[in-house]
């Protein structure tokens, strides 16, 4: 069952990686390759963990960068669902000599 707000994968990074190591954000983005301003952007949730984010993350803490994306995706679509009222979108009709629709992902 999915979670109604997951929260920012960012936390994650803080809580399960940088402060089990006692690691300071500067400290992490050493660890990662990265600026201390893109981890702290990460952390603070300002920023989105990118795919090459989730492998650097993959390489240094553990976990796959594939949960690092699918955390990101399932906070980003809470996010977008929650704006979803804004989005002035219908269902575009099927003519009925086209045959059937084609089948939904």
């Not at 979670?3 to 990074?13: A, K, N, T």
């Not at 795919?51 to 955390?71: D, Q």
Request: net charge positive; charged share 20%; proline share 10%.
């Amino acid at each position: 069952m999915p979670m109604l707000d997951p929260p920012h994968p960012g936390l994650s990074v803080r809580h399960d990686c940088l402060e089990p190591l006692r690691l300071s954000v500067a400290e992490g983005a050493r660890v990662l390759g990265v600026t201390r301003q893109a981890l702290n952007n990460v952390v603070n949730g300002k920023s989105a963990i990118s795919p090459e984010m989730a492998i650097r993350l993959e390489k240094a803490f553990g976990g796959t960068a594939a949960i690092w994306l699918r955390l990101q995706a399932a906070h980003d679509l809470a996010q977008a669902r929650r704006r979803e009222h804004e989005i002035a979108v219908a269902p575009y009709p099927w003519p009925s000599d086209s045959g059937t629709p084609p089948h939904r992902v």
